[in-house]
Nanobody, 119 residues
Framework: QVQLVESGGGLVQAGGSLRLSCAAS???????????MGWHRQAPGNERELVAS????????NLADSVKGRFTISRDNAKNTVYLQMNSLKPEDTAVYYC?????????WGQGTQVTVSS
């Protein structure tokens, strides 16, 4: 099973930027089995929602409408790491951000990292 470690969260003023990182580790089989990596977020009282995902083989990207033009997702397959560059942050982006990976067996989650955007 893949293990995920997230970093890069914090407190930022509205209009600022943050970059989240998520590093995957595990056996060679586990790493090579990953098909998709991405980020969800969950604000208090809300359901967890998809922010962005990227296909690890073909690079296809899926972005939530609410973050298009502001957030960018990218991957470094050599480092088994996915990044979420967040620009022009808004208070409504405040949430716990969770990294995830998918393979044929299911979805795996990181522990989450808090992003707080002050107005």
């Amino acid at each position: 099973q893949v293990q995920l470690v997230e970093s890069g969260g914090g407190l930022v003023q509205a209009g600022g930027s943050l970059r989240l990182s998520c590093a995957a580790s595990g056996s060679i089989f586990d790493i090579r089995s990953i098909t998709t990596m991405g980020w969800h977020r969950q604000a208090p009282g809300n359901e967890r929602e998809l922010v962005a995902s990227i296909d690890t083989n073909y690079g296809d990207i899926n972005l939530a409408d609410s973050v298009k033009g502001r957030f960018t997702i990218s991957r470094d397959n050599a480092k088994n790491t996915v990044y979420l560059q967040m620009n022009s942050l808004k208070p409504e982006d405040t949430a716990v951000y969770y990294c995830h990976t998918d393979d044929s067996r299911g979805r795996y989650w990181g522990q989450g990292t808090q992003v707080t955007v002050s107005s």
